[in-house]
């Protein structure tokens, strides 16, 4: 397969790049390189003879146009996107520009170039978005489904929303084969600092106070990113066209006791000179604006129609996440 995979290097796009690279696929990675990406992400790849690198802002048609026509992919998954809620409040029209306007373009070049090349069969346009966009979830038993509403709270999920209906569209008005998929939280080796793990990782080791949110009780529904993978595999090359699949962890936690839970594996394998725990530094700070109380997917049906279900439960994956952060200063620029 000839696989073009926008946001190439970033957390979870540089995780599919490395997995169909090592199956042998023939991967084009297209990312602008903003500060969320990170070419360290693809050191695993740098050398493979079956993967390129195109530096390109999926905002530019042009330069985007010259990579998929030069490419003539089999398969387009889009992961370029901006992602953190915090940066959307502060400044949404990026992500309108890059999560709208940037997936329109992507959908344009890719609608150009199917056709032009007779509209080849086995084609996919691949859209991977968010659990964020249905809003979020009261303290109970209920999971989004693949037919909840959309409700987006935040500028980013809001421009996510976008994004899938302009997909959809494409799907219905043109033609163009898609499949869509929306993911719960991701967790595991490189991701950003600025995410809820990695930073109070980081923040633990050096010293700093762990922020968190209000109350620390907004539940979060955690995938660890090579799950995440796997079920993009499966959609990519199994899922019906038009169709979208909700992928989930099953593994609900509340942010105070993730927060805690990174403290007590920290304190088990990097203990403070001083003898306290870790627990110590949390501090709670002023709650963000418009925070989702829940989120919880029902993956009910990329089990049933893909087969799918995750390998990571969390405590074991969030273990093994600490300990990838630990053995690679180099990586966030810590020390050794």
Excluded at 18 to 43: C, E, S
Excluded at 83 to 89: A, G, K, N, P, W
Aim: hydrophobic residues 40%.
């Amino acid at each position: 397969m000839r696989l073009l995979v926008t946001g190439g290097a970033g957390f979870i796009g540089s995780a599919v790049v490395r997995h169909f690279v090592a199956q042998g696929h023939q991967v084009a990675t297209v990312d602008k390189l903003t500060y969320a990406a990170n070419m360290a992400n693809l050191d695993p790849v740098a050398d493979a003879p079956n993967h390129s690198f195109h530096r390109v802002d999926i905002c530019d048609r042009a330069a985007l146009n010259a990579v998929v026509t030069g490419f003539a992919p089999d398969a387009i998954m889009h992961l370029a996107a901006e992602s953190h809620v915090d940066r959307s409040i502060e400044n949404p029209l990026a992500f309108i520009d890059t999560n709208v306007v940037g997936t329109v373009n992507l959908l344009q070049v890719a609608l150009a170039d199917w056709e032009t090349r007779g509209r080849p069969e086995g084609f996919r346009f691949h859209h991977i978005s968010t659990d964020e966009v249905y809003g979020d979830l009261d303290f109970d038993d209920s999971r989004f489904t693949e037919t909840t509403p959309y409700a987006p709270s935040s500028p980013y999920s809001a421009s996510k929303a976008s994004s899938d209906f302009m997909v959809a569209a494409w799907h219905r008005t043109f033609g163009l084969p898609v499949v869509i998929s929306n993911c719960s939280n991701n967790y595991g080796p490189y991701q950003h600092p600025e995410k809820l793990i990695p930073h109070m990782i980081l923040n633990a080791l050096a010293g700093r106070p762990l922020p968190v949110y209000g109350t620390g009780r907004n539940v979060r529904d955690w995938l660890h990113v090579e799950d995440h993978v796997s079920a993009l595999e499966r959609v990519l090359t199994r899922g019906r066209l038009g169709e979208r699949y909700n992928i989930g962890g099953d593994a609900e936690w509340a942010n105070i006791d993730v927060v805690r839970l990174i403290c007590k594996l920290l304190d088990a394998r990097r203990p403070r000179a001083d003898g306290a725990s870790y627990v110590d530094q949390i501090a709670f700070v002023t709650d963000r604006k418009g925070h989702d109380l829940r989120y919880a997917i029902d993956p009910a049906k990329v089990r049933a129609e893909l087969d799918w279900r995750p390998s990571h439960d969390f405590q074991s994956g969030l273990a093994a996440t600490v300990d990838w952060y630990l053995a690679n200063p180099a990586w966030w620029g810590g020390p050794a």
